[in-house]
C-alpha cells in the first residue's frame, strides 16, 4: 500500500513500526530486531503479544542461558503455528497457516542483561485471494480449455470473472504474453469481472491462448485461466494440373485439383458450367493440410466453349468457397453437313438447272484437306462437264439425270478424317425408256398377251401413250392399264396384220417422252440355238462354260446341258438353266465327254449345238518324275524292251491299214450327213484350255475323225425332230453305238 514500507531483511530499530503482508493459508514472518546495543550485552527474553493483549503469545527465555538455548513456548492458539528464528538477520516470528483472524498488530519486546527493553511494532495485514477466474463465451457457456472452433472472420467475445478476495483483484486479458486489456469493473456483488472484444479472428489467430489474470496482491503469482483458440480455415490457394489446356474430344483425361490451407480440410468439387460433375477421387495429405480431388473426364463436342471449374470449400464457414477454371478448348476431328444452297428447292431440281452444295465444317484444329466424291467416286473440278469445286462450295452447271445419286464431302484434321452426310439429288427431267426390258412378245393367233412399258419420270406420276404400227398402218390404243411409271397393255392378235410394232411413251409435269419405248409383237416360235460357246474353266472333275443366247422366240426360255460319257455310254449330268452358263463337277479325270446344249421355251425347243470334250488327267508328281529319271537299266532289260517296243509297232502299223480301208467305204455317208446338219449346228473350234499344250485338243467338233461313228446318226434324228422334248432318251443309242 502508498506510503508503507514491507520489511522482509534488514535491521529493526526500536520504536519503528513494520508493516507486513500475509496471504491466507501461506507463511509470513514477523521481524524483530534483537541485537543488543553493546558488544558486552545479550537477549535475556523475548515476548511477543498481539494487539491489547496483556499476556504473550510467544516468549523465548534466555535468562539462564545464551539465546541459542532459550526456551521456547507459545499460547494454545499459536502452539503449532509459531516458531521465533534467533538465526535469521532479523530475526523472525513464522506464523503459519495464516488465517484471517491473524491479522492486527503484533508486539515484539526485547529484553537485555544490561540495556533498556526494547519494542517493535508489527501491523500484519491478511491478504485473501480472489477465486480462480471463470471463462465463458459471448453465450454465457463456460469455456475450459478450447475455446470454439470459430470461423475465420468472426469477432470473439470472453467474460472473465472473479468472486471474492480481500482486498478486490484487479482483472487483466493477456494474449501470449502481451497485455491486450486491464479495463476491469466491478458489480455491487463484489464480483469483478472483464469482457474482452476480440477483433475479427485471422488465421494467426489459431491455437493462441487468451489468459485472465486476478491479481490482489504483490507478493504472490496471479491467479490466472486461460483458454486456446480453435479456428476453422478458409481454403487460401487452388491450383488445376491441365487447365488451360485443350482437350481431345472422346479421349479420357485425367486433371488434377489442389487446395490448401483450409481447416478442416476442404471439400473440392468440379463443375461444368452449373452441372456437378461425379467421376471424381479425393484424398488429403497426411497432415490434413492439402486436399487433393481427381477427375476423369471424356468431353464432347458440345462441351467447347464451357465453363470447366474446380471448386474447394471449408462446410463449416459460410462463404467460403474459391474457384478456378477456364473455358474449354476441345479438338475433335472435323464435324460435317451436307446441305443444298440456300436458295435452292429440292423438290423442284429440274434438268437443266444449276445446282451448289455448301459442306459445313466444324473442325478444331481446323481441316487441311476437302473432298467431294458422287457415289463413292472422287469429283475435281471439271468445267466442261458443269463441275466446280471451290473449297467448301460444289457447283453443278446444267444438271442432267445423270447426276442423281449420293454425294458426301469429306475433310482432314490432325486427328482424322470425317465424311458428311450423304446427300441424295433428286433431279426432275421427262419420261424416258427404261433400259433392260423385254422388247420382242411373242404371241400364238388367239393368244392373249400383255406387253409391258416401264419408263423412268421424276415426279412419277405419268400419263402413257400407245400406238400400234404394222407398217401398212398406224393405230393409236386408247385401252391400257397404267400405274406411276408403269403401263400395261394387252394384245390377242387374229391374223398376220396383228403383228408389227408397239410403241409407248410418257409425259409428266417436266415434259413429254422425247424417244417412245419399242416393242415388236411377232409370231411366238420355238427359240434359237445358242452360240459362241467357249470353255471358261477346266479341271480333272469338273468343266465350264459360257453360250450367247439366241433368239427366245418371243416367249420366256431356259436353257438345258447333258453330259455323255462316251466310254460308259453313260449320262453324266443334265442341267437346268435360266442362263446359258454351266458348272459341272463330279467327272472322272481323264474322261471324254459329248455335251449338248439347247434352249426351251413354251412352243418347244431350239436346235441342239453338240461339243466334245474330256476332263484334265492325273499328273506325276515331281518327285516321281525325278526318280524315274534316276532308275539305272541293266543291258538285258534294255534288249527285253526293244524286243516288245518292235512287235507294238508291227501291230500298230497292222490296225492302221485297216483303219484306213474302212474310212474308205464310210466317207460318202459321212459328206452326206455333214451337208445336211451345216445350216442346224454350229461347231467350236479346238482350243487350248488351262495352259493344256498343243497333244490335248479341249473341244472337239463332231466331224472329227476321232468322233464315235455314231454321232451322225444323232445329227439325223435331231434334224428330222426339232421340237423333241427329251432328246437324251432319243440319242442315247445313237451316242453309244
Not at 503469545?57 to 502452539?79: C, E, F
Not at 467474460?159 to 466491478?186: A, F, Q
Not at 423412268?456 to 401398212?472: H, I, L, M
Request: hydrophobic share 35%; net charge neutral.
Amino acid at each position: 500500500m502508498a506510503g508503507e514500507r514491507v520489511l522482509t531483511t534488514g535491521c529493526l530499530l526500536a520504536g519503528t513500526t513494520v508493516k507486513v503482508n500475509g496471504i491466507v493459508g501461506q507463511e509470513v514472518a514477523l521481524p524483530c530486531n534483537i541485537s543488543p546495543p553493546t558488544l558486552d550485552d545479550e537477549v535475556a527474553l523475548v515476548l511477543w503479544y498481539k494487539d491489547e493483549s496483556s499476556t504473550p503469545i510467544y516468549s523465548l527465555d534466555a535468562r539462564r542461558g545464551v539465546v541459542g538455548h532459550g526456551k521456547h513456548s507459545s499460547s494454545d492458539n499459536y502452539a503449532t503455528r509459531t516458531y521465533f528464528s534467533t538465526v535469521s538477520k532479523p530475526a523472525t516470528l513464522q506464523l503459519t497457516a495464516v488465517t484471517a483472524n491473524d491479522e492486527g498488530s503484533y508486539t515484539c519486546r526485547v529484553d537485555f542483561r544490561k540495556a533498556r527493553t526494547r519494542y517493535s511494532e508489527i501491523t500484519l495485514t491478511i491478504v485473501v485471494l480472489p477465486r480462480k477466474p471463470r471463462i465463458t463465451d459471448g453465450k454465457g457457456d463456460l469455456i475450459h480449455k478450447v475455446a470454439g472452433p470459430y470461423n475465420e472472420g468472426d469477432r470473439l467475445v470472453l467474460l472473465c470473472e472473479s468472486e471474492g478476495g480481500n482486498p478486490l483483484p484487479s482483472l487483466t486479458w493477456w494474449k501470449e504474453s502481451e497485455l491486450i486489456d486491464e479495463s476491469y469493473e466491478v458489480t455491487p456483488q463484489k464480483i469483478t469481472f472483464n469482457q474482452l472484444h476480440v477483433p475479427p479472428l485471422h488465421r494467426n489467430d489459431l491455437m493462441v491462448v487468451f489468459t485472465c489474470r486476478a491479481s490482489n496482491n504483490n507478493i504472490s503469482l496471479p491467479i490466472s485461466s486461460s483458454v486456446k483458440i480453435d479456428l476453422n480455415l478458409r481454403p487460401v490457394q487452388l491450383e488445376i494440373d491441365g487447365a488451360y489446356e485443350p482437350l481431345i474430344s472422346g479421349r479420357l483425361t485425367e486433371l488434377e485439383c489442389r487446395t490448401s490451407g483450409s481447416r478442416p480440410p476442404a471439400v473440392i468439387t468440379w463443375w461444368k458450367e452449373n452441372r456437378k460433375l461425379k467421376r471424381t477421387k479425393n484424398w488429403t495429405t497426411h497432415n490434413g493440410n492439402i486436399s487433393i480431388s481427381t477427375l476423369t473426364f471424356q468431353p464432347s463436342l458440345e462441351d467447347s466453349g464451357k465453363y470447366l471449374s474446380c471448386r474447394a470449400e471449408n462446410p463449416e464457414i459460410k462463404e467460403s468457397a474459391i474457384e478456378n477454371g477456364w473455358k474449354l478448348e476441345i479438338h475433335h476431328v472435323p464435324v460435317l453437313s451436307l446441305r443444298l444452297g440456300s436458295k435452292l428447292r429440292h423438290s423442284h431440281i429440274q434438268e437443266g438447272y444449276d445446282v451448289y452444295f455448301e459442306c459445313d465444317i466444324l473442325a478444331n484444329p481446323w481441316v487441311t484437306n476437302i473432298v467431294w466424291k458422287f457415289e463413292r467416286k472422287e469429283l475435281s473440278t471439271n468445267t466442261s462437264a458443269g463441275i466446280i469445286i471451290s473449297n467448301q462450295s460444289l457447283v453443278l452447271q446444267k444438271v442432267h439425270r445423270s447426276m442423281r445419286g449420293r454425294y458426301t464431302c469429306s475433310a482432314t484434321n490432325p486427328l482424322g478424317n470425317s465424311v458428311s452426310n450423304p446427300f441424295h439429288l433428286k433431279i426432275q427431267y421427262a419420261p424416258l425408256c427404261r433400259t433392260g426390258q423385254k422388247s420382242v412378245y411373242g404371241a400364238a393367233r388367239h393368244e392373249t398377251i400383255k406387253i409391258f412399258c416401264d419408263v423412268e419420270a421424276d415426279p412419277g406420276d405419268v400419263k402413257f401413250y400407245w400406238r400400234f404400227n404394222n407398217t401398212k398402218e398406224v393405230l393409236d390404243i386408247t385401252t391400257f392399264e397404267s400405274k406411276e411409271t408403269r403401263s400395261k397393255a394387252t394384245f390377242s392378235p387374229t391374223g398376220a396384220a396383228d403383228y408389227g410394232m408397239v410403241l409407248c411413251w410418257g409425259k409428266n409435269s417436266i415434259g413429254t417422252q422425247k424417244k417412245p419405248c419399242l416393242f415388236h409383237l411377232v409370231p411366238a416360235g420355238p427359240p434359237s440355238s445358242v452360240s459362241n460357246c467357249s470353255l471358261q474353266n477346266q479341271t480333272e472333275h469338273s468343266i465350264e462354260l459360257e453360250c450367247s443366247e439366241g433368239y427366245d422366240g418371243g416367249l420366256s426360255q431356259h436353257f438345258v446341258m447333258e453330259v455323255h460319257d462316251t466310254k460308259l455310254h453313260k449320262l453324266r449330268a443334265n442341267l437346268t438353266s435360266l442362263e446359258s452358263r454351266f458348272y459341272v463337277t463330279g467327272l472322272p479325270p481323264g474322261t471324254d465327254f459329248v455335251v449338248i446344249i439347247y434352249a426351251v421355251n413354251a412352243k418347244g425347243r431350239s436346235h441342239a449345238v453338240i461339243l466334245r470334250t474330256r476332263t484334265l488327267t492325273f499328273l506325276l508328281k515331281q518327285s516321281q518324275e525325278e526318280s524315274l529319271w534316276q532308275m539305272t537299266f541293266s543291258p538285258v532289260l534294255i534288249v527285253l524292251v526293244a524286243v516288245v517296243a518292235g512287235l507294238v509297232l508291227l501291230a500298230c502299223l497292222i490296225v492302221l491299214g485297216l483303219k484306213t480301208r474302212s474310212k474308205l467305204h464310210r466317207s460318202k455317208d459321212t459328206k452326206a450327213v455333214k451337208a445336211d446338219a451345216s445350216d442346224e449346228h454350229e461347231v467350236v473350234n479346238n482350243k487350248n484350255i488351262n495352259g493344256v499344250g498343243e497333244t490335248f485338243k479341249g473341244w472337239e467338233p463332231v466331224e472329227s475323225e476321232k468322233h464315235p461313228a455314231s454321232v451322225p446318226l444323232l445329227l439325223q434324228v435331231q434334224t428330222s425332230s426339232p421340237t423333241l422334248s427329251n432328246p437324251s432318251e432319243t440319242s442315247e443309242t445313237a451316242l453309244y453305238e
